[in-house]
């Protein structure tokens, strides 16, 4: 029996659903730093101007998933659980920095 044919599916569904996310937040991050270049501003004002952009996203993919015929992945907007998700994992990524992970890494070069 092929051993491929009962592979389980779920390893490579996480692995594009984490090399998603890392796309996400690579991009994120570059355009803040970027726009930051460009425009300097307080430190926390840039964070506050990125908390209030994150709040208007998240209007918007709410919005869509309300309508009819929008987004069909299951997800229902509740702002009240939503938001303290979202306040957990801020909280989580001030109290516990990502530790490095090699998958993860940029290559510095190349052997």
């Keep these: 029996m092929n051993p491929r044919l009962n592979a ?11 090399s998603a996310e890392d ?14 270049n460009r425009a300097p ?10 908390a209030r952009t994150l709040g208007a996203l998240y209007r918007q993919v709410a919005r869509a998933h ?13 702002p009240d659980c939503d938001l303290i998700v979202l306040e957990a994992n801020l909280a989580a990524a001030l109290l516990h920095p ?6 993860r890494m ?5 052997a």
């Design 23 to 36: 796309t996400l937040d690579e991009s994120l991050r570059r355009a803040f730093w970027q726009s930051l």
């Design 66 to 78: 309300e309508q009819p015929g929008g987004c069909r992945c299951g997800w229902e907007p509740d």
């Design 8 to 18: 389980d599916p779920a390893p490579h569904a996480c692995a594009e659903a984490a």
């Design 41 to 50: 501003l307080p430190a926390m004002q840039a964070l506050e101007t990125a």
């Design 106 to 110: 940029p290559a510095a070069g190349s």
């Design 98 to 103: 990502p530790q490095p992970d090699l998958l």
